[in-house]
């Protein structure tokens, strides 16, 4: 069965230091998101990609992250400096078209310290 | 704005028992509703889903029907196991992007 792939699973980091996440959607999925969820709270969409063009990053902190899709299948998301508050759980999900039904990966666990 | 609200949790019951976890939704449209799962350490799972008003979703015992007249999406099933627990989400389809609940966590002892 086709799974969405996050590497890594999880991460530790100091703060005011670069980390970055990984994503390889399911074969022919042209939607990607990407998702954050805090601990006890569900998730809150940072952007979301159709193929490799970004349709909504209004709740993306632009001033530190920063996330891209080039050729329209993987993507990375880029957290640079990093912060205590940015501890969470990263939520990569894809689907056929936009809205609808989103499969989720595994997530990567943040903890920056 | 768009928005969904579940009942805080957590929810504890005693295995066999019946569950309802209720749902509802703010939404200027008719949008998609849905239901998913996270296993500890683990990422969302789709559970059900219901794309018109009075659509029923169904999956692993669990039900929901999507009422427009109330705004609910309540998730239920008549007798819960020890291995559903979890957080469940309830969602919404709102100008393309999925919208979520805060989660319920449910416990279910033996």
């Known amino acids: 069965e086709a799974e969405v792939a996050q590497s890594p699973r999880y991460k530790i980091t100091e703060k005011s230091q670069a980390v970055a996440f990984w994503c390889d959607p399911i074969?022919?999925?042209?939607?990607l998101y990407w998702y954050r969820q805090i601990l006890g709270q569900g998730p809150e969409l940072l952007v979301q990609?159709?193929?490799?063009?970004?349709?909504?990053d209004s709740q993306l902190p632009k001033d530190r992250f920063s996330a891209e899709r080039l050729k329209g299948v993987d993507s990375t998301l880029k957290i640079q400096p990093a912060e205590l508050g940015d501890s969470a759980m990263y939520l990569c999900?894809?689907?056929?078209?936009?809205?609808?039904?989103?499969?989720f990966g595994q997530g990567t666990r943040l903890t920056v310290v | 704005g768009d928005s969904v609200t579940q009942m805080e949790g957590p929810v504890t019951l005693s295995e066999e028992a019946f569950l309802t976890i209720n749902c509802t939704y703010t939404?200027?449209?008719?949008?998609?509703l849905f239901w998913y799962v996270q296993y500890p350490g683990e990422g969302l799972q789709l559970l059900l889903k219901?794309?018109?008003?009075?659509d029923k979703g169904s999956n692993k015992g669990f039900e929901a029907t999507y009422r427009k007249e109330t705004t609910s999406f309540h998730l239920e099933k008549g007798s819960v196991q020890v291995s559903d627990s979890a957080v469940y989400f309830c969602?919404?389809?709102?100008?393309?992007?999925?919208?979520f609940g805060s989660g319920t966590r449910l416990l279910v002892r033996p």
């Open positions: 999900a894809s689907s056929h078209g936009t809205g609808g039904e989103a499969f």
């Open positions: 074969s022919g999925h042209a939607t």
């Open positions: 990609f159709q193929d490799e063009s970004v349709v909504d």
């Open positions: 939404a200027t449209g008719y949008p998609s």
């Open positions: 219901a794309t018109k008003a009075d």
């Open positions: 969602a919404m389809d709102s100008s393309y992007k999925l919208i």
